[in-house]
């Protein structure tokens, strides 16, 4: 499985911006679909996922109602529906997926083998 994020850009602060994520193989309800974000001098961290089998989401709390993660099975994309964008979200977004993720587990980086490029978002303040 190969994994390209795009949609990243620059947006004001309160402003909307929508990731997506395609990946290359046929994404099953077998994997896990998550994003992790990294900022400047930090290290890289949780975002939300979309979790194997049962397709349940869960969220870092400091995106919770603001941030949506969805999936299209059928045309092997994942998205990061981005609302009420913030300053302190300004990061390069990357994508992830495994299929043996356990619930767990699911906010470790070493938890995924798969992994995009990254696409950069910048909020102004």
């Known amino acids: 499985v190969q994994l390209q994020a795009s949609g990243g850009g620059l947006v004001q602060a309160g402003g909307s911006l929508r990731l997506s994520c395609a990946a290359s193989g046929r994404i099953s309800r077998d994997y896990s679909m998550a994003w992790f974000r990294q900022a400047p001098g930090k290290e890289r961290e949780f975002v939300a996922v979309s979790f194997r089998s049962t397709g349940r989401t869960y969220y870092t709390d400091s995106v919770k109602g603001r941030f949506t993660i969805s999936r299209d099975n059928a045309k092997n994309t994942v998205y990061l529906q981005m609302n009420r964008l913030e300053p302190e979200d300004t990061a390069v977004y990357y994508c992830?997926?495994?299929?043996?993720?356990?619930?767990?587990?699911?906010?470790?980086?070493?938890?995924?083998?798969?992994w995009g490029q990254g696409t950069l978002v910048t909020v102004s303040s």
């Open positions: 992830a997926a495994d299929r043996s993720a356990i619930l767990s587990s699911i906010e470790y980086v070493s938890t995924y083998n798969y």
